[in-house]
């Protein structure tokens, strides 16, 4: 059983607390000017390098900007062809997160799953499942890898793109969410962080060390590696009723209790190294490894206050738990920009990547004398094999105010896992084997143009088509899917006529969901509470695959104002909808299936016919003298978002996309002190309570979700800061209740799961 190991951790942060000196005095010697080392303009939604070299960029290339030397943020936001909102690396970095999820509940538009205050899987436009594309450097996040994994002094910026463009790919009916990694700097410097997070008494420790220097007179590097433990208790409590439906008569009554004490272990490093081969040309490596190491632990008791005769026996009294896990990911990309001529360039990029892990999990049920009910042992092994190659041919016209771009894009993946899993000693699932293989390829090819008409009109319209093969094997069968689509795309701006910066933009767009490898798989996962050979409830279902599902398909309008102050202030007002096609969700039934000798009930993706989303988003960020002559200097950052869906096939009143609230909001404000070295800020996350008619016999309901962060930072000297962070201040328990129509009964569950608050203390230093 592998444990948490806080002396390594220790050991760990002493040895960058001393090789950090080490390196600021052996490093080569910084050139005069901390610039970036330069690289070709970007074309379209691709990464920026900071410090741009002469050669124009798209953010260059309209008219009248009031500023000299790089962009600002809200400049490239005006300037791009299509809608995007960056968030620069000072506003991810404010609150002390130890990780990206926890950043990105802050960001316009997005919201987080799971429980307040702990990080979760983010989505645009309160719709979840997968509807919003993630990237890393423009690139699709790799199999096994999260972004939790990403902590925000590795980032550079994060742009949210709310309409798809074909270079960024169309896999985005809510949005896309590209985080940008640092780029080297020429300056030689090394970066320290140490920090310490207490929740429940229980201590995380997290340690980073960034590096920047340069290899020779025309490279430079950039390398991160972080260290981190995290110690987290999780509580969850359950009331599930079971009542004839016709009558309302209680049948059953369960009462449970669920208490985890995870622990984890994660090492992750990183590395960038680019060479100028010439003005505007460039050759770039970068890589990564992550190590994550977890241990859970749990106990849990199940109570049955009530029982009538009809109603099945108790399942069990008591519970025990136990997880075990390794998780390792490798990356390698390599990346060339090279020009034809003054108004031609390509750009070639290819990765390979890797991704193992090793599980072992025990289940163990305990009747009301102690005597032993159940043993379930599983164990699983997996190994994911990737490589990518994408190209794209850039061609200027009329100097830099008209571009266009052809591309291509191929990406293999092929999965192997190994899966045994034992109840009482007799394996489960035998007639389907251990082995299952999963291969998926993905070939993609588009055009786009961009386009400064004149200083007041500018266009981006594009063309992609794509296709992806999916194919995954057991020992009985093997399934195919294969879905194809073509999707136009078209973005245009009107700037307003100087002296005024306001403008507006409208998009049209296609944009699609293709079904992931977990949702095409036809392996099912074996529900613990009622298990083989017997029949199980609707409220435990199986869960399994469904071969056939079809992607989702969207029609996308936007309408946006954006008003920018001359300060670098911005607020924005956006209108948009979604009409979606062949939607897939979750529905239970009970099957005939092949691994059990009674009927079980069975949660499998299905295509469910039509839907509909539509939405107001405000978004601001301004210092509030902008506003009010002689305020204080106070820098405020807002944003709120109203949404309204409808699923055709399912009946109302809350026939909603699942997942989506009616509304999300951030507030946040941050204050410099004048006559101290002190930084103050606060924010407060807010996703009101919602209910989702999922199927017309299944209804879900999610409380509210309110998370309140806070800030200190002091800066002791011009090189070391010290940062206190509160997060979830005033936490309160995530409620979800539940309910299920069959066999005539009304089964409901009402689940609480608790929160806590928790502080961090950090240390940075730049040597």
């Known amino acids: ?37 330069p690289a070709p303009a970007p074309s379209g939604n691709d990464a920026p390098v900071p410090a741009q070299p002469a050669a124009p960029s798209r953010a260059d290339r309209v008219a009248p900007v009031e500023v000299t030397g790089r962009n600002t943020a809200t400049d490239e936001r005006r300037n791009s062809s299509a809608a995007k909102i960056i ?51 423009g690139q699709r996040i790799p199999p096994g890898f999260s972004i939790e994994q990403i902590t925000p002094e590795q980032v550079d910026r994060i742009e949210i793109l709310r309409a798809p463009t074909a270079e960024t790919g169309a896999r985005a009916i809510a949005g896309t969410i590209n985080i940008i990694l640092r780029e080297p700097l020429r300056q030689t410097n090394n970066e320290l962080k140490a920090e310490v997070r207490e929740e429940r008494a229980k201590y995380s420790p997290n340690a980073s060390w960034t590096r920047n220097g340069t290899i020779s007179e025309t490279g430079t590097f950039n390398v991160t590696a972080s260290v981190g433990g995290t110690h987290q208790l999780t ?105 034809i001529d003054e108004a031609t360039r390509y750009e070639i990029r290819g990765g390979l990547g890797k991704f193992w892990s090793n599980t ?65 000693g007799v394996q489960q699932l035998e007639e389907l084997g251990t082995s ?148 897939i969700r979750n529905v239970t039934a009970l099957e005939d299936v092949s691994w059990a000798a009674a009927d079980r009930y069975v949660a499998r993706p299905q295509n469910i016919g039509k839907a509909i989303t539509k939405g107001v988003e405000f978004d601001a960020k301004f210092q509030l003298r902008e506003l009010i002559d002689n305020a204080v200097p106070l820098n405020v950052r807002f944003n709120l978002s109203v949404y309204d869906s409808k699923v055709a096939s399912v009946i109302g009143p809350y026939n909603r996309i699942d997942g989506q609230a009616r509304a999300s909001g951030n507030f946040g404000a941050d204050y ?45 000297n011009s090189s070391t800061k010290l940062r206190l962070s509160v997060s979830n201040i005033a936490p309160i328990d995530a409620i979800t209740s539940s309910i299920t129509l069959a066999d005539g009964q009304r089964q409901t569950v009402l689940s609480d799961g608790r929160t806590d608050m928790s502080v961090a203390l950090r240390l940075e230093m730049r040597l």
């Open 235 to 339: 509580d969850t409590t359950t009331d599930t009723v079971y009542e004839d439906q016709l009558t309302g008569a209680k049948i059953l009554e369960q009462l449970g209790f669920t208490q985890s004490d995870e622990r984890r272990e994660n090492y992750f490093v990183s590395g960038r190294a680019n060479w100028r081969l010439g003005a505007g040309e460039q050759f770039g490596v970068q890589s990564f490894l992550a190590h994550n190491v977890a241990d859970n632990a749990s106990t849990g008791t199940l109570a049955q206050p009530f029982r009538a005769a009809s109603a099945p026996p108790q399942p069990y009294a008591t519970r025990q738990g136990q997880f075990n896990g390794r998780f390792d990911v490798g990356r390698l990309n390599l990346n060339l920009n090279k020009r």
């Open 436 to 583: 299952f293989d999963v291969g998926t390829r993905r070939i993609a090819a588009y055009v786009q143009d961009e386009w400064d008409i004149n200083p007041q009109w500018a266009a981006n319209a594009g063309l992609r088509y794509e296709t992806i093969r999916t194919q995954s094997s057991t020992a009985q069968d093997t399934y195919v899917n294969t879905s194809r689509v073509l999707t136009p795309l078209a973005h245009l701006v009107w700037r307003f006529a100087a002296p005024s910066r306001d403008q507006m933009r409208l998009s049209l767009t296609q944009s699609y969901r293709a079904p992931t490898v977990q949702q095409l798989t036809a392996r099912p996962q074996l529900n613990t509470l009622y298990p083989l050979p017997g029949a199980n409830t609707a409220v435990s279902p199986d869960r399994s695959g469904n071969p056939n599902l079809k992607p989702e398909r969207a029609n996308g309008v936007d309408l946006a104002f954006e008003r920018y102050f001359k300060s670098g202030g911005v607020m924005s007002a956006n209108f948009f909808v979604r009409d979606i096609k062949d939607l």
């Open 672 to 716: 410099k002190f004048r006559s101290l070295p002190l930084s103050m800020g606060g924010n407060v996350a807010w996703t009101p309570a919602y209910t989702t008619q999922q199927t017309d016999t299944q209804l879900q309901k999610i409380s509210t979700k309110r998370v309140f962060d806070a800030f200190a930072l002091w800066t002791i």
């Open 1 to 37: 059983m592998t444990r948490f190991k806080p002396n390594a951790l220790a050991a760990a942060l002493s040895a960058l607390s001393v090789a950090a000196p080490l390196f600021a005095q052996t490093g080569a010697p910084p050139s005069p000017t901390p610039t970036a080392e």
């Open 87 to 137: 968030i620069t690396r000072e506003d991810l970095e404010q609150y002390g997160d130890s990780n990206l999820g926890e950043a990105m509940r802050r960001l316009p538009g997005v919201t987080t799953g799971g429980r307040p205050g702990r990080p979760g899987a983010p989505q645009m436009r309160g719709m979840g499942g997968g509807f919003t594309q993630i990237l890393l450097d």
């Open 360 to 424: 072992d999990s025990v289940n163990q049920q305990f009747a009301p004398d102690g005597t032993r009910s159940l043993l379930q042992t599983t164990r699983g092994d997996v190994r994911d094999n990737s490589w990518n190659v994408n190209g794209k041919l850039i061609r200027n016209f009329g100097g830099s105010k008209h571009a266009v771009t052809a591309g291509w894009e191929i990406e293999s993946t092929r999965r192997d896992e190994q899966s045994i899993t034992k109840l009482n």
